[in-house]
């Protein structure tokens, strides 16, 4: 959520193992612009949402469920991303990255997980 908007954005960025800092960013809500407008259908602050990250091959797919709202859904063929070669995995990380570099010097992020689960199968 920025500063002057009452809603936030959901997005997320995949980074390939090719070194050259190239992150991939996938907006699903909103924008992850500095300056992006209120998202129409944006989170509001205290607003509960679940995700579901799903990796099947090369398919990746992050699902957001909110209650009362459509599901919102990105998917992303990571083929290309040289996490499928051996001893190359693909790992998530759960948290706010808070990145205000022009607000007050007090400001701060806050993010609560309720619960965090996570499943994994071989072929």
Request: proline share 2%; hydrophobic share 30%.
């Amino acid at each position: 959520k920025l500063k002057d908007n009452t809603l936030g954005s959901i997005y997320f960025a995949h980074e390939p193992t090719d070194g050259n800092g190239s992150e991939q960013w996938h907006e699903m809500i909103g924008s992850r612009s500095s300056t992006a407008s209120n998202p129409s259908d944006g989170i509001a602050l205290n607003e509960k949402f679940s995700y579901a990250i799903k990796v099947v091959g090369d398919i990746l797919t992050v699902t957001i469920y909110r209650e009362g709202k459509e599901d919102v859904v990105k998917t992303v063929n990571m083929v290309n991303s040289g996490f499928n070669v051996s001893g190359q995995y693909m790992y998530f990380k759960a948290g706010v990255y808070h990145v205000n570099n022009s607000g007050d010097a007090n400001d701060y992020a806050q993010v609560t997980f309720y619960a965090l689960e996570k499943t994994h199968t071989t072929n």
